[in-house]
């Protein structure tokens, strides 16, 4: 046995002598470290939600000022110089690739509760379809131009009444068809309705499209084209790289939720603390003489220390890697909540990161290492006489 370090066999085997110890203080770390670990995993669900939505090369045009779609106005003269721009792509017809969409929000029920929601409904086109290559018809088929048929995101058809392949909803004064439902590879468009464009614009008697998406012919081109719309004296307009724009919007909900979890967390945190430091201290006080024993053969104060901080921080990391594995099961699960931007429902899965498994199991040896530098202190200050006399 060395005189200079205990063996990590010695911690060890102490935690499992008093094993129902050990699990009890370990599963209480683990609550913390699971809370601590589904919120970053809700936060970067989120996050990443919204940012997929997204294309690198597309551009999406909104009046200036305006934080999000539905509070953007854009008029059908606008739009027109929009459609003049030379560094638009054009499809495989030749038709310029930008779409006009009006987007509004809508109160629907829910699947079995009727409870209302607000769902984002959107005007497109075949041309807005291809400007979203993430975004497939699943079920059924696109919605013809003129018509009132819509398709539905997955999240929708499976979450609000009526809107699954074949059935109807009622808003904007009129009864829509569901003739397709589509899946966008888990971002916010599958959170959506689309619907034919000028439908849409009349049916909610708007005067003005809410965005207008385009793609670049040239992706090096996009500060040219924003600074061509937005110094252009006939429009009060604002261009985003779309991949930019919906990563705006997820920062104010996932920075809400971050915040609201790292609270909860600490708060917590301090029972588990405090758990940890009863154990161990119990720990201290029912191994004096093997304290004493160990300082008679040589260890120094410094090695008792090391010994007994590694003990709360093999504990720690029990705990950690306890409550880590229970959060990673939260990816099978499917939830909703409003975006604080858009006030509309937005499905996501939450979603585990290396940097979110890293940072909470150093959340968890940080509980150990604060539950457990004060009794491993105490343990170390303790005279060889005192102990030996104690056993």
Partial sequence: MSLRTVPLSYVARNLWVRRVTTVL?????????????????????????????GQPDNVMVLRKGAGAEINSGIARNQAAVIDSLAQIATDGQG???????PV???TLPKRGSGKPSNVTVRGTSDIGLALRPQVRIVRGRMFREGTSEIITGRAVAQGFAGA?????????????????????SRSAFDSEVWGDSEQMVQAFRRSAFSSVVFRL???????????????????????KREVKFYAEQSEALATFIRLLGLALSIIFSIGAVVGAMITMFASVASRVGEIGTLRALGFRRSAVLSAFLGEALLLAWVGGIMGLGAASLMQTVNISTVNFQTFSELAFQFRLTPAIAAQSLGFALLMGLVGGFIPAWRAARLKIVDCLRAA
Avoid at 164 to 184: I, K, N, S
């Fill in 104 to 106: 509004v929000l809508n």
């Fill in 164 to 184: 699954g392949l074949g059935e109807t909803m009622r808003f904007a004064g009129r009864d829509w068809v569901v003739v397709g439902v589509f899946d966008a």
């Fill in 25 to 53: 203080t370990a599963g209480g770390m683990a609550l913390v470290v699971y809370v601590f670990a589904t919120v970053l995993m809700m936060s970067e669900g989120i996050r990443a939600t919204l940012v997929a939505t």
């Fill in 217 to 239: 012919a040239d992706v090096d081109s996009f500060d040219a084209v924003k600074a061509q719309l937005e110094d252009d004296p006939r429009l009060t307009l604002e261009a």
């Fill in 95 to 101: 038709r310029k690739l930008v779409s006009h969409e």
